[in-house]
DNA sequence: AATTGGTTCTGAAACGTTACGGTCAGGCAA
DNA sequence: TTGCCTGACCGTAACGTTTCAGAACCAATT
């Protein structure tokens, strides 16, 4: 008896049927009290541990557990407050279900798609991702439901996510009436290649985030309508996420043009780094310089940060519902959820010339 | 053709054995380009999503994947920044070595042990768990290997940790050696059942958390070895885990006893709160009470709390590293990481009772 | 002509389970 | 007695793949 026990070895040990076995663990009003006892008792007597789940997988065609896909740096999902919001809200609606949630191995690196045809799973959220990523690719060849939060734009897919656009238009209009029209621009990254810089109209446009490419055309869009002409804007990108990577684009803005009023970020981790910058150039904020972000994360809010808050919790909670119940709907879903301008003492208007030479 | 495409149906269709379409996904060498070519098209145009996962994990006894086992309430794995540590490093480690890393639905309410049976991995990892909990029997009674971080004491299996004993001596000996005799501690759960409140000698000696019974274990040697008894040490425990808990359970002490010189939490974040109660109550920390954590996370350390740094991301890494290179190496492993006492600006002497009546 | 060596492909045997449609005995009412 | 129902159990057929030992073929060497 080198093998380990089966349900087929415990089954010819017991003298019953494989079936019985199976019932005895699976469906225990299928069999008498005393034979389960029996089955158990025998079970553990052989060292049985129970039914096998791969096997039990391939024969319920049910894995039990959902995948998700983010190609960031895994680093990221556990730095970023809201990419971290997410995935608790989605970890809630899995256990909440009973299923397990199992994060797919990403080399950001190197284009190994096999991960995600390895990965035992009856679905996938697919997250933080651009639109031209092979990973993305691999899961939608996948024959299971997937649904789609905020990054990835994709044809007849469930989504959940928020009005990037509305949102960003919402902010923008705050600025343009406080009066800013010299405004700087710090934003995520906007592709795969990594860029670390100026981002031109043509990039912007062009962005395989599209969340990233709604913000920057909303703003764009706003600030045309009084007159700014965005080519001009000063727009930077950052590849990597974080507030120091935030402090050095701000950096970045101010060194080339020192008029502007407001730098506009397109995160609340950029924007702390931003606030910081400023402080160290003793810029104070918000009389020198307005500094905006997006998220509406609970560091920066308690930071007294002009944002837009979004609820990221939700966002997960709702991507667990939509994949969990996801029977035959007909069309794909979409679920936008709402968001919410927070006017924190980031936020102020310009200084007029005057006063940025003769003090206030 | 309604049923959906399998490597059966694809090799029947093409005219070739099963072994060559398996061939084709595998091992792209053993047979021609041509061949292979015209199999990969084949299997666009029958829409064969390739290989199933499940099947092949049937077959090859690997399911590309660690299970994560943590009791809690996942919102704790998510909150608190030791636990996320963990989590990131331990993410880390799967990623390198291509694992997914599947974290097991646990309902903290109801004993159900199912989706412990039900997940398909190649290992688990249990972390933050009491000894006597069921799903860590669950996690046991599965022929794979296991790593245990921290929290459960199992004899037999592969083990990362810290010293949790002589780290709390080396914190405990810096207070005695500052002239602390009557402290308050405060703590995490110390077993199942809930007790938000005060923890007998009784209580502590039999807590199944083992991490936490170290500690108190450590202070009451440490302090028994300057006269003080112990049983007089005032021992509150909170069973969820946030600073808000740490706040009101150093109230109760507090309250209870006024001449306490000294908090001693068994985490940060239950000392960060604890500090906030100080605040409230108009106490100056150090002169009036001294706080200590326990952890080293970097918003205690960022607000100068005396504290023991454990390196959380490594003990991830290390679990992960264990776990996946778990060849057949004998006897249990096991990886103690080194901590630090961190002095920041929450200790100091006690005030001597004159000054407590005059000022200082 | 026989041998060797290599490539390319095949057939059959697992891997361990659950779903489905039964059988069979016993009880109960008509 | 007959017919029907119910509880308890069984046999077979998947589920979709990988593995392993070889077969068939061809070219190059002895």
């Known amino acids: 008896m080198r093998r380990p026990a089966t349900l087929a070895s415990l089954a010819a040990e017991l003298g019953v049927s494989r079936t019985t076995v199976s019932n005895a663990y699976n469906r225990p009003d299928q069999l008498s009290p005393e034979l389960r006892r029996r089955v158990l008792e025998t079970a553990r007597r052989l060292g049985y541990p129970g039914p096998d789940p791969v096997a039990r997988s391939l024969r319920t065609r049910k894995a039990g ?4 896909l983010l ?11 809201a990419a971290l919001g997410f995935l608790e809200g989605l970890a809630m609606a899995c256990e909440g279900a009973g299923q397990g949630l199992h994060l797919v191995p990403v080399n950001p690196e190197r284009e190994d798609v096999a991960a995600v045809h390895r990965a035992g799973v009856d ?22 439901p997937t649904v789609v939060c905020d990054q990835p734009r994709v044809e007849g ?4 996510g928020i009005d990037d656009r ?7 209009e705050r600025l343009i009436s406080l009066g800013h029209r010299k405004v700087g621009v710090v934003c995520m990254r906007l592709a795969r290649d990594r860029n670390d810089g100026f981002a031109g109209i043509e990039r912007q446009q ?3 985030f599209h969340v990233q490419r709604a913000r920057l055309s909303a703003l764009a869009d706003a600030f045309a309508g009084v007159g700014v002409v965005w080519a001009d804007v000063p727009v930077v990108e950052r590849f990597d996420h974080g507030s120091a990577q935030g402090a050095a684009a701000a950096a970045q803005l101010l060194d080339t043009d020192p008029e502007l009023t407001a730098l506009i970020c397109t ?9 910081a910058e400023a402080r160290r150039r003793g810029l104070r904020v918000p009389q020198d310089l307005t500094v905006t972000g997006f998220d509406g994360i609970t560091e920066a809010v308690r930071a007294g940060l002009t944002t837009i808050r979004q609820p990221v919790l939700d966002k997960g909670k709702a991507a667990g519902k939509l994949l969990l119940g996801a029977g035959e709907h007909g069309r794909p879903r979409q679920i936008i959820l709402p968001t919410e301008l ?14 940025r030479w003769f003090g206030p």
Chains 1, 2 share one sequence.
């Open 71 to 81: 190609t960031e740096n895994l680093s990221y999902a556990f730095r970023d407050p």
């Open 206 to 208: 062009s962005a395989h």
């Open 342 to 355: 927070v006017v924190g003492s980031t936020s102020a208007p310009p200084r007029t010339a005057e006063e």
């Open 157 to 160: 897919v469930d989504r959940v």
């Open 267 to 275: 995160s609340d981790i950029l924007a702390l780094g931003a606030l």
């Open 123 to 144: 679905g996938f959220v697919v997250y933080s991702v651009p639109d031209d990523d092979p990973h993305l690719a691999a899961v939608l060849s996948r024959p299971v």
């Open 65 to 68: 557990a959902v995948g998700l």
């Open 166 to 172: 509305a949102a960003t238009t919402q902010l923008a």
